[in-house]
């Protein structure tokens, strides 16, 4: 049995028998509110997974470097070892969420231009904003990085964009990490509907986790549409 190195709320990570490749395991739970709220949803980890394959298929046929070496199955990835920057990096493209709360802006107000926000991540925190300064004073990371890293998450949001407007989806926002392979930063972890807001085009419900935050729907059945809609396109 390969030993367990990191278990996540939607994700456990193990070793291999190469030091620099990591074995990436999906799981069926679903959490809200830094765990606060949890729910074993069976099927959901495959869900995941495929979304998740599929953006980062479209993200590396693109020019986007990441961590992901292949699919070893419905909810396994095997992924290159990286040293992961403590930081939840969010692009915003339309108001929703934590940002209507703080500045009392309409939900769903398109923004005048992206934004990108860094919370650090700690769940013993609640993962609090950071600002560039701040990530720079603290050693996570210094001003290249910090550039490098913002830029890539700005030239994501223009790929992705096209990409699920294609599916009828708004990319209302997301959340992405960054890691470090061999002095390289590269996108790490996932792209899935549990970290990114997903509206319908035309009845701008939520395709995303938020269905499972607010008790709008069956979570399961919502990313299977998903994942039909993004196939089928």
Same mark, same amino acid.
């Given at each position: 049995?390969?030993?367990?190195?990191? #278990?996540?709320?939607?994700?456990?990570?193990?070793?291999?028998?190469?030091?620099? #490749?990591?074995?990436?395991?999906?799981?069926? +739970?679903?959490?809200?509110?830094?765990?606060?709220? !949890?729910?074993?949803?069976?099927?959901?980890?495959?869900?995941?997974? +495929?979304?998740?394959?599929?953006?980062?298929?479209?993200?590396? %046929?693109?020019?986007?470097?990441?961590?992901?070496? %292949?699919?070893?199955? /419905?909810? #396994?990835?095997?992924?290159? !070892?990286?040293?992961?920057?403590?930081?939840?990096?969010?692009?915003?493209?339309?108001?929703?969420?934590?940002?209507?709360?703080?500045?009392?802006?309409?939900?769903?107000?398109?923004?005048?231009?992206?934004?990108?926000?860094?919370?650090?991540?700690?769940?013993?925190?609640?993962?609090?904003?950071?600002?560039?300064?701040?990530?720079?004073?603290?050693?996570?990371?210094?001003?290249?990085?910090?550039?490098?890293?913002?830029?890539?998450?700005?030239?994501?949001?223009?790929?992705?964009?096209?990409?699920?407007?294609?599916?009828?989806?708004?990319?209302?926002?997301?959340?992405?990490?960054?890691?470090?392979?061999?002095?390289?930063?590269?996108?790490?972890?996932?792209?899935?509907?549990?970290?990114?807001?997903?509206?319908?085009?035309?009845?701008?419900?939520?395709? /995303? %986790?938020?269905?499972?935050?607010?008790? #709008?729907?069956?979570?399961?059945?919502?990313?299977?549409?998903?994942?039909?809609?993004?196939?089928?396109?």
């Amino acid at each position: 049995m390969a030993k367990l190195l990191y #278990e996540g709320k939607a994700k456990n990570v193990y070793e291999t028998d190469k030091a620099d #490749e990591l074995l990436m395991v999906y799981k069926d +739970q679903a959490t809200a509110f830094n765990g606060k709220k !949890k729910e074993i949803l069976p099927g959901k980890g495959v869900l995941n997974c +495929q979304i998740s394959v599929l953006v980062f298929d479209y993200l590396i %046929k693109n020019g986007i470097k990441t961590h992901l070496i %292949k699919t070893l199955s /419905d909810h #396994e990835q095997l992924v290159k !070892k990286s040293d992961v920057f403590p930081l939840e990096v969010v692009v915003r493209n339309i108001a929703s969420g934590s940002l209507v709360k703080k500045f009392h802006v309409e939900n769903g107000m398109k923004l005048r231009e992206p934004i990108v926000e860094f919370y650090y991540k700690s769940d013993a925190l609640d993962d609090p904003f950071i600002n560039d300064s701040q990530v720079h004073a603290l050693k996570i990371a210094d001003k290249e990085e910090i550039n490098y890293i913002k830029e890539q998450a700005l030239k994501i949001n223009q790929l992705l964009i096209p990409f699920f407007a294609e599916s009828d989806f708004d990319l209302v926002d997301f959340k992405l990490e960054f890691g470090k392979v061999a002095g390289e930063i590269v996108l790490v972890d996932e792209f899935s509907p549990d970290n990114c807001r997903l509206w319908d085009k035309r009845s701008h419900h939520s395709m /995303d %986790k938020d269905v499972f935050r607010k008790h #709008e729907g069956d979570l399961v059945k919502t990313y299977q549409e998903v994942l039909e809609r993004l196939t089928n396109h």
